[in-house]
């Protein structure tokens, strides 16, 4: 994998990302990105792009017993996943139980420990909390919004395919995420994007370019 074009997708949003993974013709485009439930909670924070490290999750299971951590076996794989060569490492857990959107999946102390390894933004169907603090990490997340609280915390795996707002991430995708939302590209097409994003940037231009030209009206491009 060339992670000098991975990283260089920084360069683009990730709707024209999108555009240009539609354009390789080898996923349905209906699927594989994340809609209005998981949203950006720090959109200022730009873009992020990383290989996903991947988690489940339950803090909403009642309970007062002590479940085994799995938080060091996880921040682990995101260590050895950005290597020697600081690969950037997109964290994303899968929130599940009974109130999966409820579900405090970091606050600012783990968020400050994930960032050590490696971490450059968190991806979840759950909550966060502690958001100034995160922030100041800074550890930008993508969740279904903020909680105050959680109950025991629940591993139930880490380094496995989860489903996140409908989308399936497997260890190793590349995650690209900004203000408009969150994008899983399939590890195999993600030497690809690169040129592809570049195409759909020109082909914008060049719209705009002929939109705003002297003299185009609504009926002038009717005709065209």
């Known amino acids: 994998m060339d ?3 991975i990283k260089a997708l920084t360069e683009f949003d990730t709707p024209t990302v999108a ?4 354009l390789l013709g080898t996923r349905d485009p209906s699927i594989g990105y994340c809609g209005p439930d998981v949203r950006a909670l720090m ?4 873009v992020r792009v ?3 490290v991947t988690a489940r999750m339950d803090t909403t299971s009642a309970g007062m017993d002590n479940p085994k951590s799995l ?3 996880w921040i682990r794989l995101m260590h050895e996943a950005a290597g020697k060569d600081g690969v950037p490492v997109i964290a994303v857990i899968e929130s599940v139980g009974p109130r999966p959107r409820y579900t405090v999946t970091i606050g600012d102390g783990m968020g400050t420990i994930m960032r050590m ?3 450059v933004g968190y991806v979840t169907n759950g909550s966060i909390r502690d958001i100034e603090g995160v922030r100041g990490v800074p550890l930008p997340c993508w969740a279904a919004g903020l909680s105050p609280m959680h109950g025991r915390i629940r591993w139930l795996d880490v380094g496995s395919p989860v489903m996140v707002d409908g989308v399936t991430v497997n260890p190793g995708d590349i ?3 900004d203000a408009n939302g969150v994008l899983a590209i399939p590890r195999a097409d993600a030497d690809k994007v690169y040129e592809q994003a570049m195409i759909v940037r020109a082909k914008e231009a060049a719209l705009f370019t002929r939109l705003g030209a002297p003299g185009m009206t609504i009926d002038r491009w009717l005709d065209e």
């Not at 555009?19 to 539609?22: K, T």
């Not at 959109?43 to 730009?46: I, K, L, Q, R, V």
């Open 3 to 5: 992670w000098q074009k």
């Open 19 to 22: 555009n240009g993974l539609e």
């Open 50 to 52: 990383g290989i996903a």
């Open 43 to 46: 959109p200022d924070m730009g």
């Open 175 to 177: 995650i690209h995420a």
């Open 71 to 73: 938080f060091k076996d």
């Open 117 to 119: 390894a490696g971490a």
